[in-house]
């Protein structure tokens, strides 16, 4: 079994930015404006974080089927890789000490012996899939109807995912996280970014993320809306992912 650790960070006001008459990025002022914006709001993100990781939050305990966890890679994350459900119980569970040797050479030209680091492209691809399954399992949407994988229009920068007809849990958690009263009916965005290590410069891909939401409302000619973030992070401790699900309006 999968183990998962489902968190909800307090919710963050973001749709604003969409609005150009007052970030217009036609212009070097505006883009400033809009990057410190960003900036401002991915602290506030990593911020909450990180203090719901010192305090601890209250939190959901999930487990799912490795063959869950697979059709689930190969349904819904942008890049196929695998035996997803084998790559994330290895990745959760062991120590970099346990991980194969990569033979190196160094600049000086010496010959090293190095733990293999988790692959970024396996570490993305999980992070995908588990908010995928978390969709489809715990909020009881239906995989092939109720939300897709989004593809990005030209010259765009686009979320992951657009929730297109919500389950009435999922409503319920709008409800209960403050945010539903900005939802438009219109497909809701979620960008994953996945973590090995949050401590090593997590700001500029928080930034990216809402700047990806940003983007979703901007070309839907939204200056409100219903979004989510969800940052899983590799928790070796506890031989989990912890998804981390920002609320954003």
């Not at 404006?33 to 709001?41: A, F, H, N, V």
């Not at 995928?132 to 593809?151: A, F, K, P, Q, W």
């Not at 539903?180 to 979620?190: A, D, G, K, M």
């Not at 939401?213 to 200056?223: D, E, H, M, N």
Request: glycine share 4%; aromatic share 10%.
């Amino acid at each position: 079994m999968i183990q998962v650790r489902l968190f909800h960070i307090p919710r963050i006001r973001l749709a604003y930015v969409a609005d150009q008459t007052v970030f217009n990025i036609k212009d070097d002022k505006g883009k400033e404006k809009r990057t410190d914006e960003l900036m401002k709001i991915a602290t506030s993100i990593r911020d909450k974080i990180q203090a719901c990781r010192e305090k601890g939050c209250a939190s959901e305990s999930l487990s799912f089927k490795e063959k869950l966890v697979n059709d689930m890679a190969a349904m819904h994350a942008d890049t196929w890789i695998e035996g997803v459900a084998l790559h994330t119980m290895e990745y959760s569970t062991k120590t970099k000490s346990d991980r194969p040797d990569h033979h190196v050479l160094d600049e000086a030209g010496n010959r090293n012996v190095r733990n293999k680091r988790i692959s970024g492209d396996v570490s993305g691809v999980i992070g995908e899939t588990l908010f995928s399954v978390v969709l489809r399992e715990h909020y009881e949407m239906d995989e092939y109807s109720d939300y897709c994988h989004l593809i990005k229009p030209n010259r765009m920068r686009y979320p992951d995912f657009g929730i297109i007809k919500p389950s009435s849990l999922f409503i319920e958690e709008m409800k209960n996280r403050s945010v539903f009263t900005h939802y438009s009916n219109i497909t809701i965005p979620c960008e994953v970014k996945t973590f090995s290590s949050f401590e090593y410069k997590p700001l500029d891909r928080i930034r990216d993320a809402a700047d990806q939401l940003v983007s979703f409302w901007y070309s839907k000619k939204l200056t409100e809306g219903v979004g989510v973030i969800c940052i899983p992070i590799l928790n070796t401790d506890n031989g989990s992912y912890d998804l981390f699900f920002v609320w954003c309006y």
